[in-house]
């Protein structure tokens, strides 16, 4: 399976982009999937999951009630909306794939990162 993400960039304090990543090779629904990001200087960080085949999702506290995960099964795609974005969301955004349930801290598939920079 490949992941491709994009629908990052420079945006404004407040903004409410949203991110994409498109699946090919599978059928989305056979796993779960998730959002990561890292920060330059900072380690790579969990954001958001969603889990196999179904919509049980979680998310990291720092953006529970700000970012919303949802796929999309006709268009074999996952999406990250990010509301009220803050100066400290800054990051490369990265998509994951896990063959298992839930997603793990290391899953076994990456998209390429797409890089959001919130201005003040």
């Known amino acids: 399976v490949q992941l491709q993400a994009s629908g990052g960039g420079l945006v404004p304090a407040g903004d409410s982009p949203r991110l994409s990543c498109a699946v090919s090779?599978?059928?989305?629904?056979?796993?779960?999937m998730g959002w990561f990001r890292q920060a330059p200087g900072k380690e790579r960080e969990f954001v958001a999951a969603?889990?196999?085949?179904?919509?049980?999702?979680r998310y990291a506290d720092f953006v529970k009630g700000r970012f919303t995960i949802s796929t999309d099964n006709a268009e074999n795609t996952l999406y990250l909306q990010m509301n009220n974005l803050k100066p400290e969301d800054t990051a490369v955004y990265y998509c994951?794939?896990?063959?298992?349930?839930?997603?793990?801290?290391?899953?076994?598939?990456w998209g390429q990162g797409t890089q959001v920079t919130v201005s003040s």
């Open positions: 994951a794939a896990d063959r298992s349930y839930y997603l793990g801290e290391k899953p076994d598939y």
């Open positions: 969603i889990v196999r085949g179904d919509a049980i999702t």
């Open positions: 090779g599978r059928p989305i629904g056979r796993y779960a």
